[in-house]
């Protein structure tokens, strides 16, 4: 991600260009605060990120964290999917040991890089034992934010990732780290060996729900509808969502709305109540694109179980 990047001199945009050897000795003062070990797992630009790869690196971080000499690790990654890819750790990494996502929002060629510092505070946070328990969180511009929770609130600006109504966990700052909160739920899964293609789709105004068909036709084995308000439809795409439950695919119902939950306040054709009584799965309180993940890695380990697949998301 734009960590890893420079301007690219003929066209002045930012392409991957920086090791992570290179990171490491781009920070003052990082071998004060612990002994580093690098592992150039790949350099893509994080619009590129895959759930499988997310999958590959997990095993590797469970290999390497699993060791007594290592403390915690720290993932260098684009902002663009960030909070994706740290949620799925979040799911599938099996240890209390301090997981850090960290980034940039400006690259190595800018006149100020952020990247050093939150390098360095990462490193701090994975070393350190207050961060113990937290799981895996995001970790920019001094904040600590809970996988689950955190999304990207801000194109450019450096002090972008934010845990909303939730939150952040704590605070890095002249060397300490300072804890607020403590994670509430814990959901780990067991890593397997493909994941079930899911389609995530937001709703919209006149929205008519063919891709909803189109998809379920092409085989996705489950779907994550990104609804309106508390988890409402209009009649052509609750319809669409029938279909697919007729099918057997499960359905998942989130919000488009930033903060609040998905609750069955509407008993009307597409209303959230609805949709929930005719077999679809409300999300909750979690954003749609992490709701994809976690079905992923639900239809995985108990296979398409609606009671089994509604507990994860309760």
């Not at 068909?213 to 309106?228: M, N, Q």
């Not at 679809?280 to 979690?286: E, H, M, P, S, T």
Request: with cysteine.
């Amino acid at each position: 991600g734009t960590i890893a990047e420079k301007a690219d001199a003929r066209t002045g945009k930012s392409v991957p260009a920086v090791s992570g050897e290179e990171l490491v000795k781009a920070v003052p003062g990082l071998a004060k605060v612990a002994n580093i070990g690098v592992l150039n797992f790949m350099n893509i630009d994080s619009s590129q990120m895959t759930p499988g790869i997310w999958l590959k690196l997990s095993k590797k971080v469970n290999e390497i964290i699993k060791r007594p000499d290592i403390a915690g690790v720290v993932v260098t990654h684009g902002t663009d999917t960030m909070a994706e890819g740290a949620y799925f750790l979040e799911l599938t990494v099996h240890s209390d040991k301090p997981v850090v996502f960290t980034g940039a929002m400006k690259d190595a060629s800018d006149p100020c890089p952020d990247g050093p510092a939150n390098i360095l505070n990462a490193v701090i946070q994975a070393s350190s034992k207050e961060a113990l328990g937290w799981g895996v969180t995001v970790t920019l511009n001094n904040y600590v934010n809970g996988a689950r929770d955190v999304r990207k609130t801000q194109t450019t600006n450096v002090q972008t990732f934010e845990s909303g109504e939730k939150g952040y966990l704590g605070y890095v700052y002249d060397g300490k780290v300072r804890r607020f909160n403590d994670r509430i739920r814990k959901i780990k899964f067991p890593l397997p060996s493909k994941l079930p293609p899911v389609v995530f789709f937001s709703t919209y105004a006149g929205d008519r729900g063919d891709f909803i068909r189109y998809a379920v036709d092409k085989g996705a084995k489950g779907l994550v509808i990104d609804a309106l308000g508390a988890g409402n439809v209009n009649a052509e795409t609750c319809d669409a969502i029938l279909y697919a439950l007729s099918k057997n695919i499960p359905v998942v119902i989130s919000t488009r709305v930033y903060y609040g939950s998905v609750v069955p306040a509407y008993g009307d054709h597409g209303g959230g109540g609805m949709l929930e009584k005719k077999g679809a799965i409300l999300a909750g309180d979690l954003m749609g694109t992490k709701a994809r993940l976690l079905l992923m890695l639900a239809l995985a380990e108990v296979g398409n179980n609606p009671e089994k697949l509604k507990s994860y998301f309760e």
